[in-house]
């Protein structure tokens, strides 16, 4: 017996708060689902997986929210100056978005097609929704400082070992 698996071919959800009124005037803010599929305020407890877009009708305690990762670009507050063309993270105290450190994930980079610049905290910027995956790997060269014991790999064998990861890492583009 398969089981039915139920995917959202689109860009936005109607998702139900977790506590009625929790998102008035929450506009332009990270959300998560906690764990019986509800919206909360994304806070870092679970992945910021939608930004609020507005309520449906007063008093429902449905929210209209544009799911992440979906491309196109996105609205979000962000939490201070961020320089356009930034890659961009979720910041948990405040449900906006911060410049991303190096490496790790993030949720897409800034534009500034307004030419508005840096701005300021609290300003909704838009953001191109590509959620990227962990950084290149520069090389697999370092897989040859594995250490050698009596009976185990010999250098020819670590030496296959990776050239091999090498070959699978640039194959699949995660590799410089």
């Known amino acids: 017996m398969s089981q039915k698996v139920t995917v959202l071919e689109q860009n936005y959800d109607t998702l139900t708060e977790a506590v009625a009124g929790a998102l008035d005037g929450k506009e332009d803010l990270l959300l998560s689902l906690d764990a019986t599929g509800k919206a909360v305020l994304y806070d ?19 929210v209209r929210a544009r799911i992440l990762g ?3 670009t996105v609205r979000i507050k ?12 979720a910041h948990a105290g405040t449900a906006r978005v911060v410049t991303a450190a190096a490496g790790g994930r993030s949720l ?9 610049g840096n701005g300021a905290a609290g300003d ?36 296959a070992l990776r050239d091999a990861v090498k070959a699978i890492l640039q194959a699949q583009k995660l590799m410089v």
């Open 70 to 72: 979906k491309n196109g």
């Open 78 to 89: 962000q939490n201070g100056a961020i320089v356009p063309g930034a890659r961009v993270i």
């Open 124 to 159: 909704v910027i838009e953001v191109a929704d590509v959620v990227e995956g962990q950084p290149l790997v520069p090389s697999a060269d370092g897989l040859t400082a594995l250490a050698f014991t009596a009976g185990g790999a010999t250098g020819p064998e670590v030496a």
């Open 44 to 62: 870092g407890t679970s992945p910021a997986t939608h930004v609020m877009v507005g309520r449906l009708q007063d008093g429902d305690g449905q």
């Open 108 to 116: 897409g980079f800034k534009l500034d097609r307004q030419g508005k």
